[in-house]
């Protein structure tokens, strides 16, 4: 089969499991998607050791010609950031924007380096000769929340605005800080000349406030184009050629798409969107959109639920994987306790906050882009025919799903009690706007 007609038969596989899900089941869709092509995956293995029928091989080989971390990284995954962009409140995102920076930069760096320091001793521990650089690379791809995740499933429950708007602003753009760090340990680790300090910072800004210009001039351009028509069908076509166009330009010039996806998508959502469409663009634009986040997303948690096919596993693995899941959730707690540490100096947050964000911080399919964007070959355990790459994916795959099934399935009742929390708040409005740090006031 050609690649399109594999995606074709995908789509309509997730279309069929959303469809039954909304009939029968009660799990919001992207999770019934994942657990649905789980269980056909796991079907597919046990019939293969029982010699029913084997599929696994072949289903292995066309999952790969579709290059998961291709389809992910230089495709979908622009069109899925601009949308999440064009429905981000900017008075919102000014309110938080601090926060949001230090979650986004702050936390995603912390949380790599905590990862990268605990993994190292915990393979030291247990004899595998994994190095520390490795280690990082594991911590910057799997330490920033995955937006695509994020805003399937976190975003729709409606949680309090200030807690919504750190969650989804935070996986919006250090996702982007996220690739371009990983991208950076990513040069160290397997590029051919010896990295320098110098060189490194010089790569990382230019990916990452590369993207951030561009971003804002592709959004100038496009706001520019869409203001000089009063055919609303072209005004939405024209934002198609941001995600499409856009972002495999930005890799051409060497910044980050993702970015440049996110802010050109802030742009359009709370500039354009008010100055530029016609009513009918207007009342359209968002109904457009979503519904090319559906369809985008039902193939992607397909591809996460399928993926496992394409792994191999040794025993080793399994403790590797047990010892990821709570590695990276503990991770995660820390490095939001920390920002929130200095946060509560200058505002009151709802009690949920750091649980929320915690529980709340989901982990996707780009992250697995990124882990089988690692070259094979590199081995570890070469009598076990063990090598980076695998002991990487298998972690990172661990994660995810434990992130999606678990944590997004599991999140609802913490966002409840944060929704009473925050009615039964008695805070005076002075608290929010304090920008300088509470003191203590004594009486002599």
Known sequence: MTVYTTLCFLAAAAMLIAFINSKIGQMQ??????????????GIVISGHNNWFDLKDLAAETLNEIHFDD???????????????????????????????????????????????VAWLFFQLIGIPFDFIYCLLFGALISPTDPIAVLAIVKKLNAPKRISTQIEGESLFNDGFGL??????????FGTEAPTVIGVVELFLHEAIGGIVYGFLLGLLFHYLICHTDDHSMELLLTLGIPTAGYVFASLIGVSGPLAMVVAGIMIG??????????ESEDHLDHF??????????????????????????????????????????SRYLSVRLCYVGFNRYRDYNPYSVRILTWGGLRGGLAIAMAMAVPAGY??????????????????????????????????????????????????????????????????
């Open 29 to 42: 869709t992207t999770i019934a998607i994942t657990a649905g092509a789980l269980i056909l995956s796991l």
């Open 71 to 117: 389809f992910l990284l230089k495709g979908v995954l622009g069109f899925l950031l601009f949308a999440g962009g064009l429905g981000v409140k900017l008075p919102n995102l000014k309110d938080q924007k601090w926060e949001i920076t230090v979650l986004a930069l702050g936390a995603t760096l912390v949380s790599t380096f905590f990862i990268g320091g």
């Open 180 to 189: 371009v760090i990983f991208i950076t340990l990513f040069t160290v680790a």
């Open 270 to 279: 709370n500039w354009t969107r008010y100055i530029g469409f016609s009513k």
């Open 289 to 330: 959109w979503e519904l090319v986040d559906e369809f985008l997303n039902g193939v992607l948690f397909l591809l996460i639920g399928l993926s496992m096919l394409t792994f191999s596993f040794h025993k080793e693995d399994w403790i590797i994987m047990a010892f990821a899941v709570p590695l990276v959730l503990v």
């Open 379 to 444: 081995m570890v355990l070469p009598e076990k025919n063990i090598d980076v790459r695998e002991i990487i994916l298998v972690m990172t795959y661990a994660v995810v799903v434990f992130s999606i099934l678990v944590q997004g399935s599991t999140i609802t009742k913490m966002i409840e009690k944060s929704k009473v929390a925050e009615r039964d708040m008695e805070i005076k409005p002075s608290s929010y706007q304090n920008t300088e740090p509470r003191t203590e006031v004594t009486q002599d």
